[in-house]
T-cell receptor
Framework: GQNIDQPTEMTATEGAIVQINCTYQ??????LFWYQQHAGEAPTFLSY??LDGLEEKGRFSSFLSRSKGYSYLLLKELQMKDSASYLC??????????WGAGTKLIIKP | DTEVTQTPKHLVMGMTNKKSLKCEQH?????MYWYKQKAKKPPELMFV???????INESVPSRFSPECPNSSLLNLHLHALQPEDSALYLC???????FGPGTRLTVT
């Protein structure tokens, strides 16, 4: 079967660093997506990884290991506005996204 | 223009009403998607249009009827909905890298 696992909730402190992990099992693989979603709003695309390694975009970085079926999203210099849900999604061989349940990130001052 | 737009932002409808949701993008993307999202759940894929043709229908009830009049426009026609259809309806384009702001639908 196809499955995406990520933690349900994480808490971090303003100014700190947090890493949100995601493991996936899919029928074929065409890349791993991360999205940010604030309550009541649409998801916003953050990153796409299809090759192994780390991709950095400002305060946000995403890592992929295809052999381990593993990805993480790294958020640095946390700000209060980073409080949101973070969704991991893997694209299968049919180019359909398999979604994780999302990680609710709570930032404390 | 690098955005997907959706109208209306909010919609309240009765179970006997007929209404439509609209999605538009002018980025030349050939794939467009309809998703349904309930609170605290990930988005659920409903329909995929590729080159203006319906390529995926995820066993969605017939009270939801999609339409793609042209490469920039996607509609979702709603008829005889149930209260459990209340959700955020999202449109996306190009391998879901671009999501519209969504329509918050309430069925009474």
């Amino acid at each position: 079967g196809q499955n995406i696992d990520q933690p349900t909730e994480m808490t971090a402190t303003e100014g700190a660093i947090v890493q949100i992990n995601c493991t996936y099992q899919t029928s074929g693989f065409n890349g791993l997506f991360w999205y940010q979603q604030h309550a009541g709003e649409a998801p916003t695309f953050l990153s796409y990884n299809v090759l192994d390694g780390l991709e950095e975009k400002g305060r946000f970085s995403s890592f992929l290991s295809r052999s381990k079926g593993y990805s993480y999203l790294l958020l640095k210099e946390l700000q209060m506005k980073d409080s949101a849900s973070y969704l991991c999604a893997a694209m299968d061989s049919n180019y359909q996204l398999i979604w994780g349940a999302g990680t609710k990130l709570i930032i404390k001052p | 223009d690098t955005e997907v737009t959706q109208t209306p932002k909010h919609l309240v409808m009765g179970m006997t009403n007929k209404k439509s949701l609209k999605c538009e993008q002018h980025m030349g993307h050939r794939a467009m998607y309809w998703y349904k999202q309930k609170a605290k759940k990930p988005p659920e894929l409903m329909f995929v249009y590729s080159y203006e043709k319906l390529s995926i229908n995820e066993s969605v009830p017939s009270r939801f009827s999609p339409e793609c009049p042209n490469s920039s426009l996607l509609n979702l026609h709603l008829h005889a909905l149930q209260p459990e259809d209340s959700a955020l309806y999202l449109c996306a384009s190009e391998y879901e890298q671009y999501f519209g702001p969504g329509t918050r639908l309430t069925v009474t």
